[in-house]
């Protein structure tokens, strides 16, 4: 959803709003697990890229 778009930018308007997002967890009590980057399962050793 945040990746980068064809002219080397990065859109996080409306739905895409991070800080909001931050911003209502908060107000509600909540915590957020943020894991950027293209690196998934970083719980098992080793972990995967995602494919191209």
Known sequence: MH???AD???DFSGIK???TLLT????E???VIARPG????AEISMGASPPP
């Open 3 to 5: 990746q980068e778009s």
């Open 8 to 10: 080397g930018k990065f």
């Open 17 to 19: 709003d991070i800080d």
């Open 24 to 27: 209502i967890a908060e107000k």
């Open 29 to 31: 009590g909540l915590y």
């Open 38 to 41: 293209p690196y998934i399962n």
